[in-house]
Every structure is written in C-alpha cells, then in structure tokens.
C-alpha cells in the first residue's frame, strides 16, 4: 500500500478501532498490522503520538498468564476527533470511488 | 534478530533520547515480545512485525522535538547525611590512597603477557596525568617497578602510536582503525600520575593496583576491569561494554551505558549508576547509591545509608546486613518477596527511607 496514504490513515485507524472497545498494544497493532502492512513499532509511535494529544488514555490490567497489560481508551476528545475524522473520510472515499 | 539483539539496538539507537521517551519505547516492546511469545511465535517472528528499530528513533522526530537530549541522568538531590560524607569521603580516601600505594609496593607483573619492551619516557617522573585516545587500543595499566614511567607498544604495529607531551600531561593517540585491528598499549606508571583520561571505541582496559585521584573512561564497546584500584572520581561511559571492578574502593563513581553490565566487589561511598539494559551487580560497601536501569536487573549488597533503585521492567535483589532499616517500595505491578527480617521497616514516604526502590514492572527481592 502505498505510504503516503497511509500514513494519513493510520491514526483514524486506531482511533476507530478503539470506539468499540479498550484494547492493549498487541492486540490492537496485530489486528491492524495484520490488514495494513504496517510495522507494530510504527504503530506504537501512533499511539504515542495519539496519546500526548489526548486522544487517548492508558491504564495497566493485571494479566493471570503474565506482566499487566497496558490498555488504550479513547477520551472524550479522542472520540469526537474519530468520529468527525471517520466521517470526512467515508465522504472523501466515495467521491474517489466515483471518480475511479 | 532475537529479543536481546532488537532490545540492544534499540538502546544504542535511543541512546540520545530523554529517558521517558526511552522507557515509554521500551516497555512497549518489552510488552510485544512477552505477549508475542505467549502466543507461541518465536523472537525473530515478534521483531520482524516490530519492525526496524530506526523507526523508532526517526519516527521520534517526526512525533515531537526532542526536549532534552542531554538531562543530567543523576542528581545528589541533597546531601544523604548533614554532616558527613565530604568529611568522610576525604579522611576514607585518603586512608584507602595510603593502604593502596602500600599494595602497589608489593605488587607483582601480573598480566603481561607479549614481549614488546618497555621504553622509558623521559623525565617521566614530571608526569601527572595520562591521556590516551585510540579507536579498537587496548590499554593496560600497570604500576611501575623502577619509578619511571614506560610504555610498550609494538614497533612495526599500524596505526603508528603517536606520543606527545603537554606540560604534565602525556598523550598517547592512535588513529582510529578497524576493530580487527587490535593493538595493545601497555603502561607502567609512577606514584606521580593521579589523573588517567582514556577514550576508545572498542578497544579494553585493564588497569592494576593503582590508586588516583581522576580516572575518566569512555569505550563504546570495549570491557574496562580494573583490579585493586582506587580512585577519588571515576567517571565511565560505554555503550555495550562492561566495567568489572574487583577489589575496588572509589569515593564517587559515575557509569552511564547503555547494554553494558557494571560489577563491582569493593567500595564506593558515592554511586551513580544508570543503564539501559545493562545489569548491576554490587557488593561490598556502598552507603550511597542512586541506580537506575530499564530493563537491567540490579543486585545490591551492603549496608545502605542513603539507596535509590529505579528500574522499569528490571528485578531488584537486595542484601542486607542485619540491624534496623527503613524502607519505601513503590510498583505498578512488581510484587515485593524474599526473606524479609524484622528491622526492616516499611515507611510510606520515600524522604523518611533508607532504601527507595521504585520499579514500574520488576520484583524486589530481599
């Protein structure tokens, strides 16, 4: 896929990934890595980036099978920001897709 | 690349950086190999999906201006003890540079092995600090038999060693070379040398029942031990190298690596420690310590008076002699065990502690 697009997708991703539910840092960077082609390293650079914004939170799970686990929520801003985002994108995607 | 290989080069690639930003990488990649490997997929799977380590120092750029790349990593934040420790340090220093220059009397030729001469500086008996600069040199130090000062260094050895005098101060310098180059300096020195200033990048230093006022080293991955040596200020800077120390009694010691391991058997009034990921592992007498690591583990033996532990993921083992304590634990997740005698007190603030040992995710272990 080509970088430059991806680059200016990456954070809506994650900030869309985590509406639903509060998820830690592997199991988010699998599920997008997995479809993205996207290095995990690169996608905890995002959500630090994400994080010193305020867009997201973090808190520690003690974890039975080992060390806890960090957790990213989405806050209050983080949310209005994806959404918004999520809704230029969706417009902008299928204005390209008519044009293609 | 394993766990231990992607983990190094994160450090040495970090190195720059402030150390939150350090720690904040680094126990998110920690994090991915732990749960990567619970999954069953090997180290090499979890760092190909991690990715390049540059990204991580490229990408810092992008994200936010480095703040401050060059925060002091210690603080004395204040004087452990009212009265003591300049007074102390000055009367035990001088005791120990006594006891030593004593040792050094009797000392052997230990550990030379090659057959290259010693040549005789002259009017080195002037001579009162030592600097040596070279790139794979190995350096090692001994004291002098006769009084003078000498050196060996093979004749037809390339790079050529160039030797230069600075009022009384010497300097040996070599260009830098390829690692496989390997080229040995060796030194004896007189009572009259305190001050020893060396600077490498790969190359190791041994030093011998010496006793100095100033000894600054700096080798990026070269090993540094010394063995029955004492000095006032050491200073020591290595990125993987190692600094092994026996039999060792320093009055303030200040060692910055990042993968290098540091041990030390002896004395050291005053201690700054921090690595990356490097390990620790002090025994003997060391009143007042401020260590700090990331993922490195830390060992701690002797009576503390004033003991700082900070590690993010690194396990923390330390012994104690009998008698009464104070002690402040803090973790996010680390769990406190070990044999736990009755002098020791748990205290809830750190400023009443004899021992603050803070970690985010490692054990302490009495």
């Known amino acids: 896929m080509n970088a430059q697009w991806k680059k200016g997708v990456l954070e809506l991703c994650v900030l869309s990934q985590l509406r639903e539910k509060d998820q830690y840092g592997y199991e988010l960077t699998e ?10 390293g ?41 959404e918004a985002d999520r809704a230029d994108w969706l417009e902008f995607a299928s204005k390209v897709e008519e044009l293609l | 690349m ?25 126990e998110a990649v920690n994090a991915h190999f732990e749960e990567g490997l619970r999954e069953g997929r090997t180290e090499e799977e979890i760092a190909s999906d991690l990715g390049d380590p540059a990204a991580f120092a490229s990408g810092r750029e992008a994200v936010e201006p480095v703040e401050s790349a060059e925060e002091p990593h210690f603080r004395f934040e204040e ?53 040596i600069s070279g790139g794979a040199l190995d350096v090692d130090i001994e004291p002098s038999e006769d009084g003078l000062l000498s050196y060996a260094y093979p004749a037809n050895a390339s790079p050529a060693l160039n030797l230069q005098r600075r009022g009384d101060t010497l300097v040996f ?78 009055s303030t ?48 033996e002797g009576t503390p008076v004033y003991w700082r532990v900070k590690t993010v993921s690194g396990e923390v083992d330390l012994s104690l002699p009998n008698g009464d304590t104070t002690l402040y634990f803090h973790s996010r997740s680390g769990e406190a065990g070990g044999v736990w005698r009755s002098g020791v007190r748990m205290v809830e603030d750190p400023e009443e502690a004899a021992i603050v040992v803070e970690t985010v995710s490692g054990d302490l272990s009495l």
């Open chain 1, 42 to 82: 690169t996608l905890y650079l995002v959500l630090k980036r994400l994080r010193d914004s305020g867009y997201l939170e973090t808190y520690l799970v003690e974890s039975s099978s080992g060390p806890a686990r960090k957790y990213y929520h989405l806050t209050e801003t983080g949310r209005r920001n994806a």
């Open chain 2, 253 to 300: 010691l200040r060692s910055d690596t990042t993968s290098g391991d540091v041990k030390l058997d002896g004395s050291v009034l005053r201690c700054a420690i921090h690595t990356v990921s490097g390990d620790m592992d002090l025994s003997g007498d060391f009143p007042t310590c401020e260590l700090s690591s990331v993922s490195g583990d830390v060992e701690l």
């Open chain 2, 2 to 26: 394993n766990r231990n290989e992607y983990l190094d080069r994160l450090a040495s690639l970090l190195r720059e950086f402030d150390r939150e930003y350090q720690q904040e990488i680094f």
């Open chain 2, 79 to 131: 004087e452990p003890r009212e009265e003591p420790i300049s007074v102390m340090v000055n009367r035990l220093v001088r005791g120990i540079l006594g006891k030593v220059k004593q040792e050094v009397g009797q000392a052997s030729w230990s550990f030379h092995v090659d057959n290259t001469p010693l040549q005789h500086v002259e009017d080195g008996g002037s001579v009162r600090r030592i600097e």
């Open chain 2, 173 to 250: 310098s070599s260009a830098e070379t390829l690692r496989t180059l390997q080229e040995r300096l060796r030194l004896a020195l007189p009572e009259s040398v305190d001050e020893i200033a060396i600077e490498l990048s790969s190359g190791d230093v041994r030093i011998e029942t010496l006793a100095l006022s100033v000894l600054s080293l700096h080798s990026s991955s070269g090993d540094v031990d010394l063995d029955t040596v004492a000095v006032e200020e050491l200073t020591h800077r290595s990125t993987s190298g190692d600094l092994q120390g026996d039999n060792i009694r320093f």
């Open chain 1, 31 to 40: 599920r997008i890595s997995g479809k993205l082609d996207v290095s995990a």
